[in-house]
Structures are given as C-alpha cells and as structure tokens.
C-alpha cells in the first residue's frame, strides 16, 4: 500500500485460477475512491473486479497494469 497526501493506493491482483495468468497483473486502486462495503472495485485503469475476485498485496507482483501505472 502506498501513502500519498491526498490518497491511499493499494495493489490488488486477481487470484489464481479466476482469470487466466496473462490477466493477473497487479492493478492499482485509490482507496478512498471506493464505496463502502462494495460489491466490486474499480481499478485505475478502469476494470471493475468483484469481490472475492482480488487479493490486496503488499507490492506489484507480476507484470503491472501499465494503464494503472500511468494514471496513478
């Protein structure tokens, strides 16, 4: 998770086994952008991933989202 002034990012990847290998990239999200309790995420790249789809990680593991990277 980074920390900036004015927001949170977290690094989320799909878990094994729901997409294929070459959809796992590390995705970023700005965690105040969420909604309470939500029944999905908006990455900043624009994908929505369902709950239970993801895990939140403690560093980008993988190939980077190179849309969320530049957008971030």
Same mark, same amino acid.
């Given at each position: 998770m980074l +920390?900036?002034?004015?927001?949170?990012?977290?690094v989320i990847r799909y878990r094994s086994g729901v997409v294929g290998e070459s959809r796992r990239v590390s995705h970023l999200i700005v965690l105040e952008d969420q909604e309470f309790l939500p029944d999905h995420v908006t990455t900043l790249c624009g994908t929505q991933i369902m709950q239970g789809e993801a895990?939140?990680?403690?560093?980008?593991?993988?190939?980077?989202? +190179?849309l969320c990277i530049v957008r971030s």
């Open positions: +920390e900036t002034a004015t927001r949170t990012i977290v895990d939140a990680l403690d560093h980008i593991s993988g190939m980077p989202c +190179e």
